[in-house]
């Protein structure tokens, strides 16, 4: 990596996604040939001590106690946003009016006006931006994609796509920020929903044009939490309101003419991250399950569906990594990432998902939540 252009990063947050983040920044380089070394300058959170430690840990050369210090360095060039939803915008905007290119995760913003303000300053700005849908970079799901670019299932009939976890079953476990509207934008909507979206519209090529959509809390009061990292927390003997939903179900129509089912909770006892899509088309058929994640269920023909095994050097990604076989994990999809943001950045191209696919997203979530409050009414998405 010593002849390649060094590019700081600066990133914000050190929790769950940060930890993955500075997994991937520190692996990418290892695995694939860039035309950018990324050095892992500064990590941001408002803890000194805990900052300081997580940047011991995690690989990180320095720290800062606020964001906007770390937008100010001039060691760094790309500012990475690993925050809750409710800062994404504020962060995002003065990184890209600082110059710098930025990396945030999903989903974009908390609303659709903070992903408006977002995707203007992304098309105002000299450096490049990307939303973090970490779930395209899956080689199972990008190999998907391909199958339905090839025209292998021809006209696109049927999606139907569910994310399915159960880490907050529990009525005692404690209300963590990912419960609270004002901090999360929405519950398993936002959080999970936005991935099956995005896959969705990834994977087809269409974007979702109209939702009818109900909405679910199961657990309305919570302990308040004493602590929390990553998806665990403990809690007090004090309560708290939940303020999102628990699961979000819809319909939809796709653009291309495709109908859809779309379902997100955080309360399928037994699942614990299964991110599920079935597409149907005039032609064949292609499923997957994130839970099986170097696996791709493939049907032509109207035959019974086949099992492929996504670790092929040939596999979009893959032949970076391990020999056939040898599977790949959640980590490699961050690492998958940055590969291609920094390849975007070298090269000069628009990196995707970009803010505006973000945007896209956002809208959708908007319609369902929508269509929720009114009755499940069919709701356009806003063009």
Known sequence: MSDRT???????????MGRVHSQAWRSVGAFFDLPLAPRMAVLAGRSKER????????????????????VKRDDVQIVDICTPGDSHAEIAVAALEAGKHVLCEKPLANTVAEAEVMVRAAAAAPGKSMVAFNYRRVPA????????????????????????????????FPLVWRLQKDKAGAGALGDIGSHIVDAAQFITGQNVVGVSALTETFIKERPLAAESAGLGATGTSATGQVTVDDAALFIGRLSGGAVASF?????????????????????????????????????AGGGGFERILVTEPDHP????WWP??????????FTHEVKDFLEAIATGADPTPSFADGLRVQRVLAAVEQSAAEGSRYTNVED
């Open 317 to 320: 990604y893959v032949g970076a």
């Open 324 to 333: 056939p076989g040898h599977g790949l994990g959640y980590e490699h999809t």
């Open 141 to 172: 799901v990008a190999l998907a994609r391909r199958y339905v670019e090839e025209g292998r299932l021809g006209e696109i009939r049927h999606v139907r796509a569910q994310y399915l976890q159960d880490w907050i079953v529990d009525p005692e």
């Open 263 to 299: 379902e997100a909770t955080r309360f399928a006892t037994g699942r614990k991250n299964a991110m599920r899509i079935e597409i149907n088309g005039s032609l064949g058929s292609l499923a997957f399950d994130f839970e099986a994640m170097n696996e791709l269920w493939f049907s």
């Open 51 to 70: 900052t300081e430690a997580a940047a011991a840990q995690l690989g990180w050369d320095a720290v800062e106690t606020d964001w906007r210090e770390l």
């Open 6 to 16: 060094t590019i700081g990063v600066g990133m914000v947050g050190y929790a769950f």
